[in-house]
């Protein structure tokens, strides 16, 4: 899949945490947080959707199962990404941080066409305003694993997308950005400070961080 991007370069890092509800990605990105900081990197922790306005507008949609059409879906997550990007993203990479980033357009790719939006119009839209990942993390699990891992965790119970049938479609998404040259999959049934410490070095491998 060719992604088209801007060559714009900047001092920080991002990357990207994606993959199916109750892999781990919060997990993951706390303790990325942490192991990045006692190396001694300042690190950005963000989440899409954002606590903006058209983030609240999308939780509350997800959670109480409302119904829009489609299109309004893919408008309200690129307004809020444009959103995230000008006041959040962007302005963390020019000053030189690590910003470890729960969810991205990636993730607005793999649900919106399962929503019937045509996946290559929601990859050109984003990627025209969002700055490519240094590192995507694919946090890969079974949907039957998620799912015990989310009735345990939550007391608020499922979103709209939270079913064994959806979970296995959303997988399947996201792993068609596994052979991206910026992506490493990862086994989301493991350990997750050995999760960490792997992706630790990759990065260090890569010389992403130094």
Request: charged share 25%; net charge neutral; aromatic share 8%.
């Amino acid at each position: 899949m060719d992604i088209l991007h801007s060559p714009i370069k900047y001092k920080g890092k991002l990357i990207v945490i994606e993959g199916i509800d109750g892999s781990g990605k919060s997990t993951l990105a706390e303790n990325l947080s942490q192991a990045l900081s006692k190396l001694g990197h300042d690190c950005v922790r963000l989440k899409e959707p954002t606590n903006g306005f058209w983030g609240q507008k999308i939780r509350t949609m997800l959670t109480q199962h409302q119904e829009i059409t489609p299109e309004q879906e893919f408008e309200w997550f690129l307004n809020d990404r444009k959103e995230d990007v000008v006041n959040n993203i962007l302005p963390s990479l020019q000053n030189g941080k690590i910003v470890i980033l729960d969810r991205y357009y990636f993730s607005s790719v793999v649900y919106q066409s399962i929503r019937g939006i045509d996946r290559n119009t929601i990859l050109k839209a984003n990627t025209a305003f969002s700055p490519l990942p240094d590192l995507l993390i694919i946090t890969d699990l079974s949907e039957t694993i998620a799912l015990q891992r989310i009735q345990n965790s939550r007391e608020q119970g499922f979103d709209a997308f939270e079913n064994a049938e959806k979970l296995k479609k959303v997988r399947k998404g996201f792993l068609e950005f596994a052979n991206e040259p910026y992506t490493l999959l990862v086994d989301a049934s493991l350990n997750p400070l050995q999760i960490c410490n792997t992706i630790i070095t990759e990065l260090l491998k890569k010389n992403i961080v130094i």
